[in-house]
């Protein structure tokens, strides 16, 4: 293959992911025009179209999906092949890409990384905040973190958290206007401030679990968020009561700003994993990265 036509089917895949010349442009550091001569010049030289372009966006035509299913783990295996070889440098180096949620990045990731990348600067982290779940073969993350419970079945996990509990909490001001429930099904008839889940669009549904008995409560209220700090806002507020992790409340809880309710109903459950791909090797700085949050999970759950 010469080696031009193995550049221009780089840039394609950005085009294809990005959907978008104008962006696909910016993430290559070149120019629009220029990257629109270069997938000219591959369809050309193919013979066939790959892309549909229009006004809005550009989305792959058939024979370009069919060559994106061919070249991604092609080049995926290529890009893992150039990360593994720089553990023959007297550094390790390469970028590690992570996707995680807010909570699960600011209380585990970001400790580990910070650790990381003061140890080995030559190792770059790009650390993705987003609570759908990501596909992280097709992004081309190295890893993600997850609730052990959402993990697909496909992937290696390791366990870098402890069990994590929720906690239903509101302000004094509401709980003195309003009281508080002493059963999950009492939610209903208070103002509760919901969380709507990125991925799917649907709203959480308020789990509870008490002596191996599990129940579901759909709340109602004024607000709705998309992440729980907004919700604990919201509560501090005095809009209601919200539902978050009980990691994030419990200075709250203990000076008074916030109350607690239905303790007894809120068990503790799987903590974070990190998961990756069941490949045939994983990238020397992604091996630090994943051995640092291994190491500091150990020294926590001991």
Request: aromatic content about 8%; proline content about 5%.
């Given at each position: 293959?010469?080696?031009?036509?193995?550049?221009?089917?780089?840039?394609?895949?950005?085009?294809?992911?990005?959907?978008?010349?104008?962006?696909?442009?910016?993430?290559?550091?070149?120019?629009?025009?220029?990257?629109?001569?270069?997938?000219?010049?591959?369809?050309?030289?193919?013979?066939?179209?790959?892309?549909?372009?229009?006004?809005?966006?550009?989305?792959?035509?058939?024979?370009?999906?069919?060559?994106?299913?061919?070249?991604?783990?092609?080049?995926?295996?290529?890009?893992?092949?150039?990360?593994?070889?720089?553990?023959?440098?007297?550094?390790?180096?390469?970028?590690?890409?992570?996707?995680?949620?807010?909570?699960?990045?600011?209380?585990?990731?970001?400790?580990?990384?910070?650790?990381?990348?003061?140890?080995?600067?030559?190792?770059?982290?790009?650390?993705?905040?987003?609570?759908?779940?990501?596909?992280?073969?097709?992004?081309?993350?190295?890893?993600?973190?997850?609730?052990?419970?959402?993990?697909?079945?496909?992937?290696?996990?390791?366990?870098?958290?402890?069990?994590?509990?929720?906690?239903?909490?509101?302000?004094?001001?509401?709980?003195?206007?309003?009281?508080?429930?002493?059963?999950?099904?009492?939610?209903?008839?208070?103002?509760?401030?919901?969380?709507?889940?990125?991925?799917?669009?649907?709203?959480?549904?308020?789990?509870?679990?008490?002596?191996?008995?599990?129940?579901?409560v759909r709340v109602d209220g004024q607000y709705t968020v998309n992440n729980m700090h907004?919700?604990?806002?919201?509560?501090?507020?005095?809009?209601?009561?919200?539902?978050?992790?009980?990691?994030?409340?419990?200075?709250?809880?203990?000076?008074?700003?916030?109350?607690?309710?239905?303790?007894?109903?809120?068990?503790?459950?799987?903590?974070?994993?990190?998961?990756?791909?069941?490949?045939?090797?994983?990238?020397?700085?992604?091996?630090?990265?994943?051995?640092?949050?291994?190491?500091?999970?150990?020294?926590?759950?001991?």
């Open positions: 293959m010469l080696r031009d036509q193995l550049a221009d089917l780089a840039a394609f895949l950005v085009v294809a992911d990005e959907r978008s010349f104008t962006r696909a442009a910016a993430r290559l550091s070149t120019s629009q025009p220029s990257l629109s001569q270069t997938i000219r010049r591959l369809e050309e030289s193919l013979g066939v179209r790959l892309l549909t372009r229009n006004t809005r966006n550009v989305s792959p035509t058939e024979a370009g999906e069919q060559l994106i299913n061919t070249l991604r783990p092609a080049f995926s295996d290529i890009d893992n092949q150039l990360q593994f070889l720089s553990q023959y440098r007297d550094k390790p180096a390469g970028t590690v890409r992570i996707t995680a949620g807010q909570h699960s990045a600011e209380t585990l990731i970001w400790p580990a990384i910070e650790e990381v990348m003061l140890l080995y600067p030559d190792i770059k982290v790009e650390l993705s905040i987003d609570s759908s779940f990501t596909d992280i073969i097709g992004e081309r993350f190295d890893g993600g973190i997850r609730l052990g419970e959402q993990i697909a079945l496909d992937m290696i996990a390791s366990r870098i958290g402890p069990e994590l509990r929720m906690a239903v909490v509101a302000s004094p001001q509401y709980v003195l206007k309003f009281g508080k429930p002493t059963h999950p099904q009492q939610l209903t008839q208070h103002s509760c401030i919901n969380l709507r889940f990125p991925s799917s669009g649907g709203k959480y549904i308020w789990e509870f679990s008490k002596d191996g008995r599990d129940l579901q907004s919700a604990l806002s919201a509560a501090l507020s005095g809009l209601g009561w919200a539902m978050v992790m009980e990691d994030m409340v419990e200075q709250a809880i203990s000076n008074g700003t916030l109350i607690q309710s239905l303790e007894e109903w809120c068990e503790p459950f799987a903590g974070y994993h990190i998961y990756y791909p069941n490949r045939r090797f994983i990238s020397p700085a992604f091996q630090i990265v994943l051995d640092t949050l291994k190491a500091r999970a150990s020294a926590v759950l001991s």
